[in-house]
Protein backbone atom coordinates (compact mmCIF):
# COMPACT_ATOMS: atom_id res chain seq x y z
CA UNK A 1 0.00 0.00 0.00
CA UNK A 2 1.19 3.43 -1.40
CA UNK A 3 1.44 6.59 1.45
CA UNK A 4 2.86 9.74 1.73
CA UNK A 5 2.45 11.51 4.86
CA UNK A 6 3.17 15.08 4.87
CA UNK A 7 4.33 16.57 8.16
CA UNK A 8 6.00 20.15 9.42
CA UNK A 9 2.40 22.79 8.55
CA UNK A 10 1.44 25.22 10.77
CA UNK A 11 0.88 28.99 11.35
CA UNK A 12 3.67 31.26 11.43
CA UNK A 13 4.00 35.21 10.64
CA UNK A 14 5.06 36.96 7.37
CA UNK A 15 8.64 36.58 7.07
CA UNK A 16 8.72 33.58 8.97
CA UNK A 17 9.78 29.74 7.80
CA UNK A 18 8.85 26.14 8.02
CA UNK A 19 9.79 22.98 6.63
CA UNK A 20 7.13 20.30 5.29
CA UNK A 21 8.32 16.55 5.17
CA UNK A 22 6.68 13.80 2.84
CA UNK A 23 7.74 10.61 3.93
CA UNK A 24 7.02 7.81 1.08
CA UNK A 25 6.30 4.09 2.02
CA UNK A 26 5.11 1.30 -0.14
CA UNK A 27 7.01 2.69 -3.46
CA UNK A 28 10.66 2.73 -4.67
CA UNK A 29 11.07 6.22 -3.72
CA UNK A 30 14.16 6.87 -6.22
CA UNK A 31 12.70 6.04 -9.47
CA UNK A 32 9.55 8.93 -8.41
CA UNK A 33 9.79 12.65 -9.39
CA UNK A 34 8.75 14.18 -6.11
CA UNK A 35 6.37 17.70 -5.72
CA UNK A 36 5.00 20.05 -3.99
CA UNK A 37 1.65 21.15 -4.83
CA UNK A 38 -0.74 24.05 -2.72
CA UNK A 39 -4.34 24.60 -2.91
CA UNK A 40 -5.11 28.12 -1.44
CA UNK A 41 -9.54 28.36 -0.91
CA UNK A 42 -11.25 29.25 -4.29
CA UNK A 43 -8.06 28.10 -5.99
CA UNK A 44 -7.12 26.02 -8.05
CA UNK A 45 -3.69 22.89 -7.07
CA UNK A 46 -0.79 24.62 -8.33
CA UNK A 47 2.76 22.96 -8.80
CA UNK A 48 4.86 24.56 -6.28
CA UNK A 49 7.97 22.45 -6.67
CA UNK A 50 9.14 19.39 -8.41
CA UNK A 51 12.60 17.34 -7.86
CA UNK A 52 13.10 15.00 -10.77
CA UNK A 53 14.42 11.07 -9.53
CA UNK A 54 18.31 10.55 -8.82
CA UNK A 55 19.58 12.96 -10.60
CA UNK A 56 18.10 15.15 -8.57
CA UNK A 57 17.19 18.22 -11.00
CA UNK A 58 14.39 21.12 -9.36
CA UNK A 59 12.18 23.35 -10.81
CA UNK A 60 10.28 26.00 -8.96
CA UNK A 61 6.57 27.40 -9.75
CA UNK A 62 7.91 31.67 -10.45
CA UNK A 63 6.45 32.84 -7.08
CA UNK A 64 8.54 30.59 -5.20
CA UNK A 65 11.90 31.09 -6.74
CA UNK A 66 14.39 32.43 -4.58
CA UNK A 67 12.38 31.87 -1.34
CA UNK A 68 11.46 27.79 -1.56
CA UNK A 69 14.16 25.01 -1.82
CA UNK A 70 12.87 21.15 -2.31
CA UNK A 71 15.26 18.54 -1.60
CA UNK A 72 15.28 14.29 -1.26
CA UNK A 73 16.80 11.61 0.63
CA UNK A 74 16.57 8.53 -1.25
CA UNK A 75 18.01 6.29 1.84
CA UNK A 76 15.02 8.02 3.94
CA UNK A 77 12.43 8.54 0.98
CA UNK A 78 11.62 11.82 2.25
CA UNK A 79 11.14 14.87 0.22
CA UNK A 80 11.47 18.02 1.89
CA UNK A 81 10.14 21.68 1.21
CA UNK A 82 11.94 24.19 3.06
CA UNK A 83 9.72 27.58 2.85
CA UNK A 84 11.45 31.03 3.98
CA UNK A 85 10.31 34.48 3.85
CA UNK A 86 6.68 33.17 3.86
CA UNK A 87 3.68 35.71 2.73
CA UNK A 88 0.37 35.91 3.44
CA UNK A 89 -0.19 34.26 -0.01
CA UNK A 90 1.48 30.99 0.72
CA UNK A 91 -1.42 30.20 2.80
CA UNK A 92 -2.88 26.79 1.83
CA UNK A 93 -2.89 23.36 2.15
CA UNK A 94 0.49 22.04 0.52
CA UNK A 95 0.23 18.27 -1.02
CA UNK A 96 3.18 15.66 -1.90
CA UNK A 97 2.96 14.20 -5.05
CA UNK A 98 4.77 11.45 -6.33
CA UNK A 99 5.00 10.94 -9.90
CA UNK A 100 6.54 8.12 -12.33
CA UNK A 101 4.30 5.14 -14.26
CA UNK A 102 1.38 5.98 -11.44
CA UNK A 103 0.90 8.87 -9.24
CA UNK A 104 0.28 9.19 -5.57
CA UNK A 105 -1.06 12.16 -3.50
CA UNK A 106 -0.38 12.78 0.04
CA UNK A 107 -3.36 13.63 2.51
CA UNK A 108 -2.22 17.61 2.68
CA UNK A 109 -0.69 20.04 5.01
CA UNK A 110 -2.19 22.76 6.40
CA UNK A 111 0.12 26.38 5.73
CA UNK A 112 -1.18 29.49 7.15
CA UNK A 113 0.57 32.47 6.85
CA UNK A 114 -1.10 35.24 8.97
CA UNK A 115 -0.08 38.24 11.50
Known amino acids: QVQLVESGGGLVQPGGSLRLSCVATGITFSLYTMSWYRQAPGKERELVAA????????NYADSVKGRFTISRDNVKNTVYLEMNSLKTEDTAVYYC????????WGQGTQVTVSS
Open 97 to 104: NAHSVSTY
Open 51 to 58: IRRAGGST
